[in-house]
């Protein structure tokens, strides 16, 4: 009886024994999971950051080349209304042709989410 004990004592063991190598490998594998994703994580925002700061400098950018280009149609407009005739070496023409680019550039842009510009008759040269 003694050797039926001792036999399920040493069951008993070996299963202890094997619940805790088990239960070592299971918390290093989940450990080096959490580690991955983690990674993955900063990964992930950094890229989102990226991206981000990219898009938002070429919004910048675009919106720039937007507000240039309403200057040049409200200037050259005036321009053109205080010489109708154009000037000499510049025709009316080459006017019209160069707002009209400019205002294909405005169109072109419109769907940018941009500041106003300030009036060019307010600003300073």
Same mark, same amino acid.
């Given at each position: 009886?003694?050797?039926? =004990?001792?036999?399920?004592? %040493? ?7 094997? %619940? ?23 990964? &992930? ?16 950018? =675009? ?5 240039? #280009?309403?200057?040049? &149609?409200? =200037? ?13 070496? &510049? #025709? ?10 400019? %205002?294909?550039? &405005?169109?072109? =842009? ?13 600003? %300073?040269?």
């Amino acid at each position: 009886m003694t050797e039926e =004990l001792t036999t399920e004592q %040493k069951l008993r063991k070996e299963w202890e024994e094997y %619940k805790q190598e088990r239960n070592e490998r299971l918390h290093s594998f989940f450990v080096r999971v959490m580690v991955i994703f983690a990674l993955l994580g900063f990964t &992930v925002a950094g890229s989102v950051y990226y991206v981000y700061t990219t898009s938002q400098t070429n919004q910048d950018a =675009l919106c720039a080349i937007r507000h240039d #280009s309403e200057r040049r &149609v409200i =200037l050259g407009e005036e321009f053109l209304r205080e010489n109708p005739n154009g000037i000499p070496g &510049v #025709s009316v023409e080459s006017l019209r042709r160069s707002i009209n680019n400019a %205002k294909e550039t &405005v169109k072109s =842009l419109s769907s940018l989410n941009c500041l106003p510009i300030e009036s060019p008759s307010m600003e %300073k040269p």
